[in-house]
């Protein structure tokens, strides 16, 4: 790397992401290797509160980390808005595809320290350490895939008819009639509903892959009854859209998310084992901290439990629910905001709660 002189690596590092963090990185979170890499090639921009750095439209160039501080992305069009942190990228789509349109507004909420990656600097990046830029493009492209699909939803206003589409896909099914999906769908977040649960789970013997184990996650809101209280149904509602989003972003293609009732969600994945269950419930809980709700009451805050179980085999829906709802019924009681697994799974039988 003697070819890109820039200053040192330390800022990202003073931010290095908490032990409970490193195993499972969130989409955006940069490793520590790959935190170092951006931090040497970089170039360093200091950025004062309300600065917008760039808006939505314009032809963007570079690809940006935060070193402290934060930023936040103006969607528009309905979409939350998200914020991204230390150790957080954006901007990333222009290394890959060259110059592109901004799809949001992007301004800083407080004093913050950018790294700017130009696309040449990136190229030289790839060719000096392949390895390391590969792991990063994965995971990006994994969550860009996931981005642009939430944008044509709500940009199109299409939700529900994607929503049809892509479920037939999870399913492998030969595509339902509308009468019949209109049963198995929630109306207000386009999720399956308890009806379209019990059906795939009489399919659930077929769709099972090999060397996987069953496991459940109940995501329930915190103090949602407030939210309606003090700020209307009409924002409760978006609420409730928002987190079945994330819950949806949560799922691979052969998991089920679901809402169950009221502010209740449910995601039944077919996982490697604990760890990864653990890693599903971190990334659910650490994208509803970044969720804002512009035209709401600035101060909303909105914050999920979820409780964790993987499923006996041999066992039914009632069994793994009950199971999943006692360790729910733990997160709440160690106030929210956070998730449980019982300690025969998880080894601590600890609640995790996050601040991202």
Known sequence: MSSLKTEPADRIAEHAAPPSLRAALL?????DDECALFAQAGQRRDVKPGEVIFRRGELGRSMFIVESGQVQLEFGDGMPDKLIGPREFFGELVLFIGSHTRVANAAALMPTSLRIVENDTFEQLVAAEPRLLAQFMRRSFSYLVASEQQLIQSLKRRNEDLMVTLDSLRQTRTQLSTAQRLVQTDELTGLCNRRGLYMFLERLVEQRLPGTVLGLLLVDLDRFKQINDQCGH???DQVLRAIAEEVQNAASSTDLPCRLGGDEFALLM???GEEELRARA??????VHSLRFPGSNEGLVVTVSL???LCADGADWAIWYSDADAALYEAKGGGGDGFHIPM???GNGSMLPLNV
Do not use: D, K, Y
């Open 27 to 31: 989409p955006r979170q940069l490793s």
């Open 234 to 236: 009409l924002v409760g």
């Open 282 to 287: 971190t990334q659910i809980i650490a994208a």
């Open 270 to 272: 077919q996982v490697s």
């Open 344 to 346: 025969s799974l998880a």
């Open 307 to 309: 409780g964790g179980s």
